[in-house]
């Protein structure tokens, strides 16, 4: 069995009862960062074999992990910190297990965007998690459009050298919109700065970032219609002249006695 274990995001208390019962259970472990990880584990007295296991080496440590998987052998993977496989090394890896028809599961805990999404203070009843964004400005333009309509809270990640680029691109394509940017989760200086995507960050940056974005409006192509034609739309969709109305009304912001004369 393959067990994909959520570490810390910063306070290593975070780590769960199960995690720690399954890294001492494991034969070995691959980690994102061998001695970053070893901090963690050494805090919890937990002795395995580690090898590394990241994105410059994604397929050809997973060739080696199927190896020991279908030699009988337990392993779990690590990165350094939150979720495997979210914007962190272990996607192509679940892909490699399924095509070769291996078990694996997830040992569940922190995640840095739902923890963000809480301390955010926007939205939470629907979003939308892109991580982190292309690099060259075309691309990021070219991703940005896609989503810029969406009716949702929007979540990014950041690094510190380019959470600034990253707060301007996402204002030139998605205009004025309220904002949060959520560091150091956990830790003793956890922070969540509210903003205007114009004013940009109200620090200067320091450390990995979550950004949160208020979600776009979705225009109403009814409004393009008459009110006649409005109306009609909603009769023709099965609705009573009296739903119908209050379908228009709510809509184009206006009393239903206004737009009673256009149904006679």
Known sequence: MLYFVATPIGNLKDITLRALEVLKSVDEIACEDTRHSLGLLNAYDIKKPLFAYHKFNERESGEKIIEKLKAGKNVAVITDAGMPVVSDPG?????????????????????????????????????????????????????????????????????PHDVKKDIESIYSVFGERRAVAVKE???LHERAERFNLSCGLPSEPKGEYVILVEGGKQENQNLNLTEKEHIEYYLSQGLDKKEALKRVAKERGVSKSSLYKYTI
């Open 91 to 159: 996607n192509i890896l679940a892909q490699m297990l399924v095509e070769n028809g291996l078990d694996f599961t997830v040992v569940p805990g922190a995640c840095a965007f739902v923890s963000a999404l809480v301390l955010g203070g926007l939205d939470s009843s629907r979003f939308c998690f892109l991580g982190f964004m292309p690099t060259k400005n075309s691309e990021r333009k070219e991703f940005l459009e896609k989503y810029k309509n969406l009716d949702m809270t929007l979540i990014f990640y950041s690094a």
């Open 185 to 187: 989760i956990t830790k």
